[in-house]
């Protein structure tokens, strides 16, 4: 947290946030907020809706849990981190600014970390064939990617603020996977019968012979 207000990374952070808004068109600017909504409060709010009324439906009270603590959680402890942090945004002032509040770190980019990332956990376990993982991972990611370029394109953020928000994002994230872990059914594997060699079987057998009554 220190080392966030600090920011030993100032330069190139001004650099590259400089470099984008001296570049910004309407056609480009039209595509980055396509992009940044992939992440935005509405859209996430929206997924989670539907989302949290499939679990309900299938019952599914773990995974409803989880995602209400990783996802809206994750977010409130960012806003936390902002305000503690304090950070102005990149530029306040501007034909295409039309934001407000800190920087640090990136709102968008953490909610679609855990947004994605959280549907992704979901998923994996579903996916039995590995390039299909792939799919899953790379689909969540370049979401993820999508939704940071274009907070910092758009001068929304520092390139440090989107990179410490996917940090955070998947420390949170880790952190419900290992805290709902007991929360989550287990298999239970089928008791294994131990072989009976012969030599057993013979003395079995041998027991259950009638006894056989001595002659008076």
């Not at 102005?88 to 953490?110: C, E, K, L, N």
Request: contains cysteine.
């Amino acid at each position: 947290m220190v080392l966030a207000m600090a920011n030993p990374l100032a330069g190139p952070d001004h650099e590259v946030a400089g470099w984008f808004h001296a570049h910004l068109t309407r056609t480009f600017v039209s595509v980055l907020r396509a992009f940044t909504e992939f992440g935005s409060g509405e859209w996430i709010g929206a997924v989670l809706f539907f989302v949290a009324l499939y679990f309900v439906w299938k019952k599914w009270w773990p995974s409803l849990v989880t995602l209400i603590v990783a996802v809206p959680g994750g977010m409130l402890l960012n806003e936390w981190v902002k305000v503690l942090v304090h950070r102005q945004r990149p530029f306040i002032d501007g034909p295409f600014v039309d934001w407000s509040g800190y920087s640090f770190a990136s709102g968008h980019t953490i909610g679609a970390t855990l947004l994605y990332g959280q549907l992704a956990l979901f998923i994996l376990p579903a996916m039995k064939a590995r390039h299909w993982r792939w799919v899953t991972l790379s689909s969540a990611a370049l979401l993820v990617g999508l939704v940071g370029f274009s907070r910092i394109a758009l001068g929304a953020h520092f390139l440090t603020d989107v990179v410490a928000a996917v940090f955070f994002g998947i420390s949170w994230l880790a952190f419900c996977l290992f805290a709902t872990k007991s929360m989550r059914p287990r298999a239970v594997s089928p008791a294994v019968v131990p072989p009976v060699s012969e030599p057993a079987l013979l003395r079995v057998e041998l027991a259950e012979e009638p006894v056989q009554s001595l002659p008076s």
